[in-house]
């Protein structure tokens, strides 16, 4: 781990390469950078950007899927003093030109044909005045720079520090229009060290990252946990659980997190064959329902003895932890304690703290929330208190230790004749269910009872049940009210490019 923590990502790039100049910092398509080799062609990006006037307090936005240009065209843009504005892949031209206006993004870097796209069409017909330009990661990272030597990147890394702004990130909009998130160095870096102390990712540590750059998991407990301690990335730019296997078994990967529904999936190839797991040691998860039968196979079957579970958010990269040596129950029934730096509470509508095991919202305060919304001065009112706690829309519950348990999103709750019923919890039941691989559980209107559940399956390989096989076992082995009234098998769940269950396309 670099010690002293850096200031910014740039200064952690140059860190990082004095400190391991020769070992392995990206490795992808069987190409290795070295730390020492990342930093120059990054420092070789910032003297282009600088070239066509990219300063301090700019955006510069990232529409592309995982690489390791994105990481170079990232810690490009911050040398310079501007801030990254990711775009998620799977955004209409619309949506994008949306972002890049609200912005004010004066340059995009973009990829050609992913997944068949063409980025650069996709706005040809949006109005976006303060664009100066589209950049291909693949051919103009350093065009009319002059390379890693340029004194001025050296000037421009001098005005940036803890308080500089260094990325926008937007939320998934699942409650109307995606707001920009405003983060600082000073909320990320100590939050990223201390993730990596928590998981136990190491240097030399191989660490597949399928999770987005553009969201807060793939990118500041992604490449830059990588960075702060010295593991090598291995980015992926979309999971796909074949290549995730065989970049596992040939690579000899070691560190995976990834959200239930990516481990599910290697396991459900694992009943199908056996492949070579035996190299994985560790990784994270996290999400409102990760079934404890679930955590418990990744352990046994896939051999991640270190995994844990995590909680967070684009608004507070971080809120709790598990820690290592925590027993196996604790990381399967809780997502940890408050994490160093932020006080953690459960609250009531009266932002009033509930007693222990009471269910109320989870709420956060301290060293990593947010700067704000981007200039949305009422959201950011509404979302961080005056006293500062941030209001995270989880509903939840804390033990006497202080270890906190999600139970589920405060919109996704619904009301079966006058009981709350949690989806995240009754998806926790069905995974107990032998024939069960995944399971989504939504709220649909009901006349008697208001709203009742329906729960979409995925069995797993070789396995077979009706409905009504399904409801006889979940009527003995859950509260009547939380049985859901229909259950419907399907092939896969919808999910979005962090491999989230897409709850808005089932209901």
């Not at 990320?188 to 030399?204: D, K, M």
């Not at 995976?256 to 998860?285: N, V």
């Not at 995925?458 to 859901?484: C, D, F, H, Q």
Request: with cysteine.
């Amino acid at each position: 781990m670099l010690d002293p923590l850096p200031p910014t990502i740039p200064h952690a790039a140059q860190a990082a390469a004095r400190t391991w100049p020769d070992a392995p910092a990206v490795l992808e398509n069987g190409e290795v950078w070295s730390f020492a080799e990342l930093w120059q062609r990054s420092r070789a990006a910032a003297s282009a950007l600088l070239g066509r006037g990219i300063g301090a307090g700019d955006r510069v936005a990232i529409w592309a899927p995982n690489s390791r240009e994105w990481i170079v065209a990232a810690i490009a843009v911050m040398s310079c003093g501007a801030a990254v504005v990711t775009l998620n892949t799977r955004l209409k031209g619309r949506e994008a030109g949306d972002i890049l206006r609200r912005t004010n993004a004066k340059l995009l870097f973009t990829v050609e044909g992913f997944l068949g796209i063409d980025y650069r069409a996709l706005i040809a017909d949006e109005d976006l005045p303060a664009l100066e330009g589209t950049l291909l990661l693949e051919h103009d990272l350093v065009q009319g720079g002059k390379g890693a030597d340029d004194p001025a990147v050296d000037g421009a890394l001098v005005g940036i520090d803890a308080d500089t702004v260094s990325d926008i990130l937007f939320t998934s909009g699942t409650t109307g229009s995606p707001k920009g998130v405003l983060m600082t160095y000073g909320r990320v870096l100590p939050q990223a060290a201390v993730w990596c102390q928590n998981t136990g990712l190491r240097e030399g540590d191989r660490y597949l990252i399928a999770n987005p750059f553009f969201h807060s998991f793939g990118m500041k407990v992604g490449w830059v946990a990588c960075i702060l301690s010295g593991a090598v990335a291995v980015p992926m730019p979309q999971f796909d659980v074949g290549q995730a296997i065989e970049l596992i078994e040939r690579e000899r990967i070691t560190f995976m997190p990834g959200p239930p529904t990516i481990f599910q999936m290697l396991l459900a190839e694992l009943d199908k064959r056996k492949w070579d797991c035996s190299s994985l040691r560790g990784g994270t998860t996290g999400a409102a329902s990760v079934p404890p039968a679930l955590v418990e196979r990744i352990r046994e079957d896939l051999g991640m003895v270190d995994l844990i579970t995590a909680y967070g958010m684009t608004e507070c990269v971080n809120i709790t932890t598990c820690v290592p040596g925590d027993d196996a129950e604790t990381i399967a029934r809780t997502c940890g304690k408050a994490f160093p730096g932020n006080e953690v509470r459960i609250a009531d509508a009266q932002g009033n703290e509930v007693p222990r095991g009471q269910t109320g919202e989870v709420q956060v305060r301290g060293q990593g929330v947010m700067l704000g919304y981007l200039d949305n001065a009422q959201a950011t009112a509404e979302t961080i208190d005056a006293d500062g706690w941030l209001h995270t829309g989880d509903v939840g519950t804390m033990d006497e230790r202080g270890y906190v348990r999600i139970t589920d999103r405060m919109k996704d709750l619904y009301i079966s004749g006058g009981f709350n019923v949690y989806p995240a919890e009754v998806e926790k039941l069905l995974a107990e269910h032998p024939a069960i691989g995944m399971a989504a559980v939504v709220g649909v209107p009901d006349e008697r009872l208001g709203e009742v559940g329906r729960a979409f399956v995925v069995l797993r390989p070789g396995a077979t049940a009706s409905e009504a096989e399904l409801i006889a076992w979940s009527r003995e082995n859950m509260a009547n009210y939380k049985v859901p009234r229909s259950f419907v098998l399907v092939e896969d769940l919808p999910r979005n490019a962090a491999g989230k269950v897409l709850k808005t396309e089932l209901r």
